[in-house]
């Protein structure tokens, strides 16, 4: 090993050794929270990722996966009370591979495997009831494999084919979702569900789909929509026309100097109108026309004909007349409009918009032209009977002083804490940084003092043969602060004050030291790094 390797560790020994009790132990107690951090932080790298196994599963499947992983020694993980069943990642394919083989999840939505099942003797009724049941188990799957939906069950009533009824009803359908703890769906989520299951069923729309979660809140109504009933219609449509005229408002009279209050009336009303109206083209050629002609003239057969006509009767009772008839049939074409319509509930009937200014700020203001941009934002219709009313009057602003100074308080306290917490952290700190500085600079002084050791009179006596030969200790004539003060040599020493004292032989010696070493520093330096190599050989 080389030599400054083995220097290094020795002076690294040492300087161990020198440590009082206290150090050994802040020592000791560094080093096991560093092992300890780093046993942590490796049990925390090599943690294997866990990811869903199976999910939704009953108690008794949740059992026998279980027994399966135990024998083959796979770790895993429970969630959801034991609904799903975490492994490892590297486990994940292999295990679902030998639960499948063994028919492990037995319990199951259905889904199409149901029709795997039907033999050839089976009825019309069974092969429509269980295709029906395909198709819910597969939508109930599909949407249960949605983000926070636990659980879902779909129920389709689709209407038979007769050739007896000349209207049919369209299919309707009912979702019902279970989410997880904490997570409520939202508006795009629930319009994902309506729409996924209207496209997976011929002749279904959005609006024939009804979507209700576990609380019992209607997600979504069957003609209705999305949206909720026509209560929350009315609502969401007053907040927007609100929203609406009074961000207009702050811009023209200035923020809090108006306020706007909107009511709706909507229909609670659905129905569905079938209209078939006939109309005759203008300047249109019949589709085909037929004219029928009959003459007759001469005489002969019996009395016959009409009275009032021309013809004469002689006296033998015979005629003697002419006779024509004609008749025309004509099939002219004909415009028919079949129209159906679907009346949603939720149709607005009347609105009213109430606007109140402040007098200060509408001073110089036109109340006409305030009403004309209020009519114009809220979308006034005169005809079905919709009113706005725009008045000017006081506000009282004793509230909104007293508001205003609440807030500013509490502004005022939420700095005044953020201040003081930051105060003291800043005090905790600098206390800590203060100790630090102050530990540092105590520990290397005392290093200074115990790395001083004192010199034997054999050691002298060899260091003094091999600088020079001089056996005689040297003459000390000047002051004991001379003694550590050389004013004549480059390398600066350390400067006490004087004091008043005796020097004791320890004192003369290192005067003598110091000042061989000053004399010849790197004959010094060499002769004491063998003395101390000679010291730890021996």
């Known amino acids: 090993m080389p030599r400054q390797v083995t220097s290094a560790f020795k002076r690294f020994g040492n300087a161990i050794r020198e440590f009082t009790i206290a150090q050994r132990t802040v020592a000791i107690i560094g080093v096991a929270v560093l092992v300890l951090g780093i046993a942590a932080l490796s049990m925390w790298v090599t943690k294997p990722a866990y990811t869903p196994l199976f999910s939704g599963l009953s108690g008794e499947d949740a059992n026998s996966i279980v027994e399966q992983l135990r024998t083959d020694g796979v770790d895993y993980q429970l969630a959801d009370g034991g609904a799903t069943i975490l492994v490892p990642e590297g486990n994940v394919y292999d295990e679902r591979i030998k639960a499948a083989s063994i028919g492990l999840p037995t319990s199951s939505t259905g889904g199409y495997s149901l029709l795997d099942t039907m033999g050839v003797t089976s009825s019309e009724f069974q092969q429509s009831v269980t295709y029906k049941r395909a198709l819910e188990g597969e939508l109930a799957k599909t949407i249960g494999a949605l983000d926070g939906v636990k659980m879902a069950s779909v129920q389709l009533a689709i209407p038979e084919d007769s050739v007896f009824v000349s209207e049919k009803n369209d299919p309707t359908a009912s979702v019902f979702v279970e989410t997880q703890n904490g997570v409520s769906l939202t508006n795009d989520q629930v319009q994902a569900i309506v729409h996924l299951t209207s496209a997976s069923i011929d002749g279904m729309t959005a609006a024939d789909v009804a979507v209700v979660d576990s609380t019992g809140a209607v997600l979504s109504a069957v003609g209705v929509g999305a949206t909720g009933g026509a209560d929350q219609q009315a609502s969401d449509y007053e907040t927007r026309v609100r929203t609406a005229v009074q961000a207009m408002l702050d811009k023209v009279v200035g923020a809090g100097n108006a306020t706007v209050v909107v009511a709706a009336d909507m229909s609670y009303e659905s129905a569905e109108r079938v209209e078939e109206s006939f109309t005759a083209p203008n300047e249109t050629p019949a589709l085909n026309e037929s004219v029928d002609t009959e003459t007759y003239s001469g005489t002969g057969g019996s009395a016959a004909g009409v009275l009032g006509s021309n013809t004469a009767t002689v006296a033998d009772g015979t005629t003697d007349g002419t006779f024509s008839s004609e008749s025309t049939t004509r099939n002219n074409a004909v415009n028919k409009v079949t129209e159906s319509r679907t009346i949603p509930a939720g149709a607005i009937t009347r609105q009213t918009v109430s606007v109140a200014v402040d007098a200060d700020a509408a001073a110089k203001l036109n109340v006409v032209d305030i009403t004309s941009l209020v009519t114009s934002a809220a979308g006034i219709d005169a005809v079905r009977g919709d009113a706005v009313t725009v008045e000017v009057m006081a506000f009282d602003t004793t509230g909104a002083a007293a508001a205003a100074a609440a807030l500013q308080a509490a502004a005022d306290a939420t700095a005044a804490e953020r201040f003081a917490e930051i105060l003291r952290v800043a005090v905790i700190t600098a206390g800590i940084v203060i100790t630090l500085i102050v530990s540092l600079i105590l520990y290397a002084r005392r290093s200074r003092r115990q790395s001083r050791e004192s010199v034997e009179i054999g050691d002298l006596t060899e260091m003094q043969t091999a600088l020079g030969g001089a056996t005689a200790p040297l003459s000390v004539t000047a002051s004991p602060a ?57």
Do not use: C, K, W, Y
């Open 482 to 538: 001379a003694l550590f003060l050389n004013q004549g040599s480059d390398t600066p020493t350390r400067v006490l004050p004087t004091v008043a004292f005796v020097p004791s032989d320890t004192d003369i010696r290192r005067a003598e030291i110091d000042s061989l070493a000053q004399s010849d520093p790197r004959s010094t330096a060499e002769l004491l790094r063998g003395l101390m190599d000679d010291r730890q050989r021996a």
